[in-house]
């Protein structure tokens, strides 16, 4: 009973916290782990180059994908956080969130004549569009149980959502392999997980139709509106790489590419995870008390730097390793870039607690500037980089966009939030997280257990090594803390 209640209430907020991490972090390990699964036997089966189509036609579709949202899922979290009196107008918000999708869907069909000749290409954008507004219609139903801080239900949602896509995937891939099949399959599956979410909310919780209201239209996109042409830039600089090359005819680069994509992706689902349980609560804590929110924003940061620090240090040293286990030998291609990506998932480990400052703060149109000049640098660099070096230039150009997004982001939080963005303690954190990768680093690159282990057994004596180190520093900085008090 004290565990169902744990799990099942809300009771304080270190508990709302760990409890919203817990079935965030059960529903996107169940779900992302079926996802890649899924996705290491898609490259394995359709290959390189229909994998490539795949992911050309996925990455097309995705960066238009934001503007069925714009920005409307952090506002309602955040602002459905602070006052549940806003609830009512969430059927309203809903019935916008139609008039977007249906806007969104006709520019793809529209752009995607534009962008390449090859008609079972377009067809396969026009069903992964319609599969990913659908699963946008079931995010902004999740942000509503998000905003109430009770994350179970998006949780169960999401899983049942994985459940589905990798038994419809699989089925496909052994029996009808091709990308457009697949194309078909998930948005079968998004389709059915919507259709029975939208029941469910409808009869349980609250009941939905169409409204035109443009009062309500009007104050939440005022809102939105800087968020919404922050995640348009966002999504520029994540997938106009691959826009680019499948452009310029490398579709087996776009395969290589989007390979070491998936595995670096995969490790900011974790971060995601901690993000989404804190952002509810950082947004509560604002308008509570201002010690409260940057006590709490502290213990985000401090996740965030022991969470990437080995990140980074492991994966570049275990790219290889990584790449082999899962693709086999004819994916060394992708081995370069992996290391570029991984240093690009650390920094966003490092980037998003600043993010969130922002966002929180209202400083959502200084949150659009610094994407705008991210997405222009990613664009300048991809332009110059991938005639030259191909795919391994777009990993050049995504890491440098990335420092440029971290960079400016620590830079506004200083300016324009009254955040201590850094201090001794982050300091202590950081150099504590640093010196056990270290440590880390020089014990599994020694021959015997590099070449003597596969990746498997690596990674697992890399999380023990980092880990003990780690919690031996803890201790010897507690006890020079307590020594000088």
Not at 135 to 163: D, H, P
Not at 307 to 316: C, D, I, Q
Not at 322 to 329: K, L, R, S
């Amino acid at each position: 009973m004290k565990i169902a209640r744990f799990l099942l209430e809300n009771i304080g907020i270190k508990q709302i916290i760990l409890k919203n991490t817990f079935w965030l972090m059960l529903a996107e390990g169940i779900s992302r782990f079926l996802e890649f699964i899924l996705i290491i036997y898609i490259i394995r089966i359709l290959g390189v180059t229909e994998f490539g189509k795949f992911t050309f036609a996925l990455a097309f579709v995705s960066m238009f994908i934001v503007l069925s949202d714009f920005g409307l899922s952090d506002i309602i979290t955040r602002d459905f956080a602070r006052d549940e009196k806003e609830e009512k107008e969430f059927p309203a918000i809903f019935s916008l969130k139609i008039l977007l999708s249906i806007g969104t869907l006709l520019l793809i069909a529209a752009s995607s004549f534009v962008i390449i000749s090859d008609p079972l290409i377009r067809t396969m954008m026009w069903l992964l569009g319609a599969s990913l507004l659908f699963n946008g219609f079931i995010t902004i139903l999740c942000v509503f149980f998000r905003s109430r801080m009770r994350m179970e239900y998006e949780a169960w949602v999401k899983i049942f959502q994985a459940i589905f896509l990798a038994i419809t995937g699989f089925y496909i891939i052994f029996n009808f392999p091709s990308a457009k099949n697949l194309s078909y399959g998930y948005l079968i599956a998004s389709l059915v997980v919507f259709i029975f979410l939208i029941l469910f909310f409808s009869f349980r919780i609250q009941h939905l139709r169409f409204i035109w209201n443009r009062d309500v239209w009007k104050k939440f996109l005022g809102r939105s509106w800087p968020l919404g042409f922050a995640m348009i830039f966002g999504s520029i600089y994540l997938y106009i790489d691959s826009i680019m090359l499948g452009f310029w005819g490398q579709i087996a680069e776009v395969g290589w590419y989007n390979a070491a994509y998936k595995i670096t992706n995969a490790p900011l689902v974790v971060m995601a995870l901690i993000s989404m349980s804190f952002y509810p609560a950082l947004s509560k804590f604002l308008k509570e008390s201002k010690e409260r929110f940057q006590k709490l924003w502290n213990y985000q940061m401090e996740t965030m730097i022991i969470l990437a620090m080995p990140l980074m240090a492991g994966g570049m040293l275990v790219a290889s390793k990584i790449i082999v286990f899962f693709y086999g030998v004819s994916f060394t291609p992708s081995i370069p870039v992996f290391r570029l990506l991984i240093l690009v998932a650390g920094i966003n480990f490092l980037y998003i607690s600043y993010g969130i400052a922002l966002v929180v703060f209202n400083q959502q149109k200084k949150h659009l500037l610094i994407c705008l000049i991210t997405a222009s640098v990613n664009i300048i660099l991809n332009f110059i980089l991938i005639p030259r070096y191909s795919f391994y230039g777009a990993g050049l150009a995504t890491l440098f966009s990335y420092i440029v997004l971290f960079v400016l982001t620590i830079e506004f939080s200083r300016r324009f939030t009254p955040i201590a963005i850094f201090n001794l303690k982050l300091a202590k954190v950081l150099a504590a997280a640093a010196i056990s990768s270290i440590i880390m680093f020089m014990v599994i690159r020694q021959p015997l257990i590099y070449y003597g282990c596969n990746f498997i057994i690596l990674f697992l004596i890399g999380v023990a090594v980092y880990f003990i180190a780690l919690l031996l520093f803890y201790r010897l900085l507690k006890l020079h803390e307590n020594s000088n008090s």
